[in-house]
Nanobody, 126 residues
Framework: VQLQASGGGLVQAGGSLRLSCAAS????????MAWFRQAPGKEREFVAA????????YYADSVKGRFTISRDNDKNTVYLQMNSLKPEDMAIYYC????????????????????WGQGTQVTVSS
């Protein structure tokens, strides 16, 4: 299974970015997907997750109302639309795939996700 994240970059505070994560190697549409992020010197933290069919989503409190996770199962891709970016959002963003098929129970713990992308850097200038 391969996950390829892209879309990171440099943006001013208040700006927007859209991250993408393209998956290959197994039936993408059967699994929940998530985004995590890791800032320098900090633990990797949960950002958002989406069910296998896109019918449900779950967000960290710190991004709720500003970020939107979505997916296109025809394109084997999950997205993270990030609006109203803040300097504290600056981190490497990782996409990850759950290992449970067809579940609607979303998890915010790293151990639940077994496949990870390589990460994409998001830098927010104040």
């Amino acid at each position: 299974v391969q996950l390829q994240a892209s879309g990171g970059g440099l943006v001013q505070a208040g700006g927007s970015l859209r991250l993408s994560c393209a998956a290959s190697g197994r039936t993408f549409s059967a699994y929940a997907m998530a985004w995590f992020r890791q800032a320098p010197g900090k633990e990797r933290e949960f950002v958002a997750a989406i069910t296998w069919n896109g019918g449900g989503a779950y967000y960290a409190d710190s991004v709720k109302g500003r970020f939107t996770i979505s997916r296109d199962n025809d394109k084997n891709t999950v997205y993270l639309q990030m609006n109203s970016l803040k300097p504290e959002d600056m981190a490497i963003y990782y996409c990850a795939s759950d290992n449970r098929r067809w579940t609607n129970r979303l998890s915010d713990t790293r151990d639940q996700y077994v496949y990870w992308g390589q990460g994409t850097q998001v830098t927010v200038s104040s």
